[in-house]
């Protein structure tokens, strides 16, 4: 057998064994198995392959509690093996529980004092990578009581990009559960993304990329929109995104500048957001800045997403329009001197007749938000019910434009539908019926045109 099997074993029968835990022997085997992961592409290999135990040993001993102090040359490993062989390693890393033991390790290493960095930057990378394959995460970092670790992480290191950034991806990884995302807002999430996110600057556009997307999925929530209008980020979202169109000039930061919409797209999902956005003058900034991006092709996913706030947060209006919102003027016959629709004749052109009711009931709403686990699971085994799976009503039913009776009509001339099969009389020029004869025997042979 292989040296990486030897060492497998090895490090397997240290897990069960050793009773009081022998982390010197751990932490050796388990740096042997780290070089040669590193330094040989067999080893590599050896430890993906179908049907290889090496991620499932790492895992049994990151499980051992007196391990998880030596556990970075554990966690180390699953690192590199995890960033070098993609996603399909991850899903064996979530089909094997590694997500609950990750996040029960990152619990036991943030109660040290202060937190092992390069520890916490392994961790949350792993997090961050494994987190779009397993759609508990959200639920199962809730339950361990792991979100405000990196939260504070973040709050505690603007400046240290290296560790900010894996704690970035994996908030944005957390908001996409809605629960999640109203107990980070309560915590401050939102603020210390708009710290973050800040005028033009070259300098560290992924981590603003980053904290963008997490925004737009926390802003997502009706809680945590209503709280970013109260506190006037609506105006300061589309001072952003007009510091960023005018600098941008060679529209190399594409992605911010749409990272920036989606923010203000997920704001104006409710009222409050809609009314903030007009009066900030939202809908006069998108329309300039959408009629300077049209000449630009590659900046058509910013015109779309302006677009669609645009048309989102645009007044309605009932028709007809007798104002000069309208290019037609559709005048009643009978318009009566009171009443409502006297009133609506009446208004001035710039009043929206029509009466926002979408979230009147939000106070209602908010406690209702909290989604409970059996929610979640029902999100995860969501069936559409539009979707017909009966075959036979699937299949379209030909009705035919007219009677059979009247089609008969045409029968003669199409003589090979009908299955009456006659030979043609020369002499007579009228079809005869068709009359074996008795004497022959064999089968029919048809002469071919040469014999003819």
Aim: glycine share 4%; aromatic share 6%.
């Amino acid at each position: 057998s292989s040296r990486t099997t030897s060492l497998l074993s090895q490090l397997e029968k240290i897990n069960v064994d050793s009773v009081l835990g022998d982390s010197d022997s751990a932490r050796h085997v388990t740096s042997k198995i780290l070089h040669l992961v590193q330094s040989q592409e067999k080893t590599k290999k050896e430890m993906t392959s179908k049907g290889s135990t090496g991620i499932e040993v790492l895992l049994s001993t990151l499980e051992v509690k007196s391990f998880n102090f030596c556990g970075y040359g554990f966690i180390a490993v699953l690192h590199f093996i995890i960033m070098k062989c993609g996603g399909r390693r991850a899903s064996v890393l979530v089909t094997k529980g590694g997500t609950q033991i990750l996040l029960q390790l990152l619990l036991t290493a943030s109660k040290d004092s202060p937190p092992n960095e390069e520890l916490m930057v392994l961790l949350h990378t792993l997090l961050a990578k494994i987190g779009p394959k397993d759609k508990k995460i959200g639920v199962k970092a809730r339950i361990n009581g792991v979100l405000n670790i990196s939260l504070n992480l973040v709050k505690h290191n603007l400046q240290n990009h290296r560790l900010a950034l894996p704690c970035l991806q994996v908030l944005r990884v957390y908001s996409t559960n809605s629960v999640n995302a109203v107990s980070l807002g309560k915590n401050g999430v939102v603020e210390l993304m708009l710290k973050i996110i800040g005028p033009f600057s070259k300098k560290n556009t992924s981590l603003m990329k980053v904290a963008l997307d997490t925004l737009a999925a926390l802003l997502k929530s009706k809680t945590n929109a209503r709280r970013a209008v109260d506190r006037g980020y609506v105006q300061v979202l589309l001072t952003i995104y007009v510091d960023w169109h005018r600098h941008d000039s060679r529209h190399r930061y594409m992605l911010i500048r749409k990272g920036v919409l989606q923010c203000i797209k997920s704001v104006t999902n409710i009222k409050l957001g809609r009314k903030a956005f007009i009066d900030a003058n939202g809908m006069k900034i998108l329309y300039n800045t959408s009629q300077e991006c049209l000449a630009v092709r590659t900046l058509d996913p910013l015109v779309n997403t302006s677009s669609l706030i645009m048309r989102k947060c645009f007044p309605k209006n009932r028709l007809p329009l007798p104002t000069i919102k309208s290019a037609f003027h559709f005048q009643l016959p009978v318009i009566p001197a009171s009443g409502p629709v006297a009133q609506l004749y009446n208004l001035p052109p710039d009043v929206d007749d029509v009466v926002d009711e979408s979230d009147d009931n939000d106070d209602a709403e908010t406690e209702s938000e909290i989604e409970t686990e059996i929610d979640d699971d029902k999100d995860q085994h969501f069936k559409n019910d539009d979707i017909e799976s009966d075959i036979n009503k699937l299949k379209p039913r030909q009705e035919l434009g007219r009677p059979i009776e009247e089609l008969k009509v045409y029968e003669q001339f199409f003589p090979e539908l009908s299955e009456n099969f006659q030979e043609w009389d020369l002499v007579s020029k009228e079809p005869k019926p068709f009359v074996p004869d008795a004497n022959l025997s064999g089968p029919i042979v048809v002469p071919t045109a040469c014999e003819e």
